[in-house]
């Protein structure tokens, strides 16, 4: 505006080619703008990359060699938060149809009701129908049919994907079916059928059969599932073996699985002293007789009993404790550390209680419920490699199963927790472990010389149904920081790795376990660590002050019963008077002692919490001044820039006659 005070006539040509410059240049914008959204390209910058194939994606996408049909059914007008899950769909497919060229096709349907042609063909060809889910917008909530669903078919083989909730990883699934349907045969993984119900069964509580877990249904995907009940030898074909609570076997059945090994099997062993989220009463220190009564069922005359299970485990060169139960302080939940007992195992490998074995590629965070723990034998005829543990750096201890459940016929199960938590002398306790070597067989025959390979996981609630819920949706109530390492827990992920290593099947690992990172605030972690760390040391040294007033009471005691004996001038009589009052005047300074030594602890542990809070204060006062000051400089160095440049520009303009001479 100040520049066009001083536009001049002969000046006109100039001005028309500068201002007709400037609208050929917007018109030419504009075409870029829309050829750029015709013909995008994304480029990811984030620092997890989710939203662009990985490498190994490409990789696996690479080698496929069939001709595969991919038919995506995404609902024309999905709602929050599905929109954009259904544009997550879109762009995995885009980004697989422009990788793989002519070997994949691309087919992407929008049915907006169950009786649109798109959702026929979703029923009619491939069995997928609409999910029934509750929204909330401006008329209230009510319940919507909605398609995001996805078909993979290559010849007479397929792969379906009913639905895709929020929490289920786009790349991972579609990768998932592409590898699948590449290969010729799929592995067979056979299920031991034993008193743990992983596949379908009859639910003696309620009375009804109850589906199979969902971590199997999703097994089949991959592989052929075959059941097996180990009462004879494990059938040829099977190339791992899956068995949860082996310790519910008889003798007959841990012989057969046993010999699987020695002929160079590979199996994956679940064992947990106390399934506290599954059934309680398939504990090992609990009898079959128990198992019969709490599912109502008559004892039969002649009911296998369990077998020697300590046996089978020293023969595979480790020692399971089957009553004790390891606890961790280790907690990265704030508000969890206060609900959820010590013997709820989280390992992070933040916190190096999780290795780089193989089987633990892109695992960051699990979670064991009651766990049992895992000790080498000094002569172990396997190799021993620990996959998962308590954390190393924080206390832990071991507690016996009785402390937590009792049981007796006329009350039940009664559950409690432990009254005191002492630290073992140990680093930390393995809860998860890989074995290979060559197994003795039980029949006392000459053993194949094979190498078995096993990966013993002492815990069966790791993959229970609610850790499923976690692996596929997002659930709002996870949403929070300080509940967010529960959204991220990668327990279902933990053993399909396990299960893909022993298939020897490993291109699918990194893809896995891709997602979002659980960050947490370092410097929160360690005030809380030290606020921690300051609490233990006052408890121990209350507890120890304890100790001394009560062994001083004891010699005191002592001392005084002595002294009065020793008197003379005083009959029996008054010589029993005499101790009882000056005992009760030991107690009562005794208990005065206690009460203050407990008042002191008391009083700390406030302490405590006023420092920490007022540091997380200080914390959030510093971050607030620089939110203020920060962009205020940024400001204050933009103006002053402008005022230089702007006084430059006004000085070259004044004729030099003008200018105010310096004397």
């Known amino acids: 505006v100040l520049a066009s005070k001083r536009w001049q006539a002969q000046s006109r040509k100039t001005i028309i080619s500068q201002l007709s410059l400037s609208v050929l240049i917007i018109f030419c914008l504009i075409n870029a703008a829309i050829i750029g959204q015709k013909n995008y390209q994304a480029i990811d910058i984030t620092q997890e990359q989710l939203s662009t194939l990985s490498q190994e994606s490409i990789g696996l996408l690479n080698n496929i060699d069939k001709e595969i049909h991919i038919h995506a059914f995404i609902h024309k007008d999905l709602p929050d938060p599905y929109r954009g899950k259904g544009q997550e769909i879109l762009n995995i497919i885009n980004s697989i149809d422009k990788q793989t060229g002519d070997s994949v096709h691309i087919h992407t349907y929008h049915p907006d009701n169950e009786y649109h042609p798109d959702a026929l063909k979703a029923r009619n060809h491939f069995g997928i129908k609409s999910k029934s889910i509750n929204v909330s917008n401006i008329v209230g909530g009510q319940s919507l049919d909605v398609y995001l669903s996805i078909a993979v078919q290559s010849g007479l083989k397929r792969q379906i994907i009913p639905f895709f909730d929020l929490g289920m990883s786009v790349e991972f699934h579609l990768l998932r079916a592409l590898h699948t349907l590449n290969k010729n045969d799929l592995p067979t993984l056979g299920i031991v059928v034993n008193d743990f119900p992983l596949l379908m069964h009859h639910d003696y509580q309620s009375d009804r059969m109850r589906a199979e877990s969902p971590v199997v249904r999703e097994w089949r995907q991959r592989f052929n599932i075959h059941q097996t009940s180990l009462l004879k030898d494990v059938p040829d074909g099977i190339d791992i073996l899956l068995c949860a609570m082996p310790s519910s076997l008889s003798d007959q059945q841990i012989s057969n699985l046993q010999q699987y090994l020695s002929d160079g099997g590979k199996a994956i062993l679940l064992e947990d002293p106390a399934p506290m989220w599954s059934h309680i009463e398939l504990a090992p220190t609990f009898s079959r007789e128990l198992l019969y009564k709490k599912r109502g069922l008559a004892i039969p005359e002649n009911i296998n009993k369990k077998g020697n299970i300590n046996k089978f485990y020293n023969q595979l060169g480790v020692y399971l404790n089957l009553k004790q139960i390891p606890w961790s302080e280790f907690n990265p ?22 290795t780089g074995h ?50 007796n016929e006329n009350q039940g199960f009664k ?51 609610q850790f499923y819920e976690l692996y596929t949706k997002s659930q709002p109530e996870f949403h929070e920081d300080d509940l967010a390492a529960i959204r991220r827990l990668q ?84 010589k029993q008077q005499l101790y009882r009052t000056r005992l009760e005047e030991g107690k009562k300074a005794l208990e005065e002692s206690l009460i203050n030594i407990k008042k002191h602890e008391s009083e700390e542990f406030k302490r405590a919490e006023v420092v920490y809070r007022q540091a997380i204060d200080d914390l959030l006062s510093q971050v607030r001044m620089y939110a203020l000051i920060i962009p205020g400089i940024i400001l204050l160095l933009l103006a002053i820039a402008i005022a230089a440049y702007r006084y430059s520009q006004e000085r070259s303009l004044i004729p030099g006659q003008r200018l105010r001479q310096s004397p």
């Open 491 to 574: 327990n279902i992920q933990f053993v399909n790795n396990c299960l893909d290593v022993l298939a020897g099947d490993t291109q699918l690992l990194p893809i896995r376990t891709r997602q979002l990172r659980y960050r947490s605030l370092h410097y929160i972690e360690d005030i809380q660590q030290q606020k921690e760390k300051f609490k233990r040391q006052t408890q121990t040294h209350a507890r120890d002050e304890t100790e001394l007033e009560k062994k001083r009471a004891q010699v005191f005691q002592d001392k005084l019963l002595k002294d009065i004996e020793q008197r003379t001038d005083l009959n029996e009589l008054g």
């Open 415 to 465: 559950h409690h927790q432990p009254k005191s938590y002492e630290p073992a002398q140990q680093q930390f306790a393995v809860i998860a472990a890989y074995l290979n070597g060559v197994i003795a067989s039980p029949r006392g025959t000459q053993t194949s010389g094979k190498s078995a390979e096993i990966i013993l996981i002492t815990d069966t609630d790791f993959i229970h149904d």
């Open 358 to 407: 193989l089987t633990c590629t892109g695992i960051n965070h699990l979670l064991f419920p009651f766990p049992g723990h895992i000790m080498a034998l000094a002569d172990s005829p396997t190799r021993i490699e620990p996959l998962i543990s308590t954390t190393p750096s924080s206390r832990w201890g071991l507690h016996s199963i009785d402390d937590y459940i009792t049981h």
């Open 333 to 354: 939940s704030y508000r969890l550390r206060q609900m959820w007992p010590p013997s709820i195992i989280w390992s992070s490998r933040q916190q190096n209680a999780i």
